[in-house]
């Protein structure tokens, strides 16, 4: 992975539970503009400040050695689309996150990565960006179908 897809990974799961640079910094016990950087595709991370931000973001951080490609053969997570990154800062998804989280008893942050991650895998595999309106769609059946189990 280069430096601009480690930062385009960085900002979308911040993004996604809703967070600024300056909250995952402060929990990583990074400075702001380090982080900004990284997410911006420029500086050298150490391996600690990447196990810190991971932590920070609720996440881990794998380290191995593969070859060029094998991450799509082994079914790695691409990076969201842009759209879909830009529709979890609004207030519907936001909203939506946080009723789903409030029912479940969940934490607000980690409810919305879940549903930014599975609203990222339903697109990928059409190949192409959604639009507002596709995203809204998504989300009001994954809603439905979180909030409202089937009996069978």
Do not use: C
Not at 96 to 121: C, I, N, S, T
């Amino acid at each position: 992975m280069d430096a601009v897809e480690l930062g385009r990974r960085l900002r979308a799961r911040r993004a996604a539970q809703g967070r600024t640079v300056a909250s995952v910094a402060a929990d990583a016990a990074l400075s702001v503009p380090y982080v900004a950087n990284l997410e911006n595709g420029r500086g050298n991370p150490t391996v600690s400040a990447l196990d810190r931000l991971a932590e920070a973001l609720g996440t881990r951080l794998v380290i191995a050695f593969a070859d060029p490609g094998a991450e799509r053969e082994r079914g790695g997570e691409p990076a969201p689309p842009p759209s879909l990154v830009e529709f979890t800062r609004g207030r519907r998804f936001r909203r939506a996150a946080g009723r789903l989280a409030e029912a479940a008893g969940e934490d607000d942050a980690a409810v919305r990565a879940k549903l930014a991650g599975a609203l990222a895998a339903v697109a990928v595999p059409l190949g192409r960006d959604l639009g507002e309106g596709d995203w809204q769609r998504l989300l009001d059946a994954l809603v439905l179908i979180l909030a409202h189990p089937s009996d069978e």
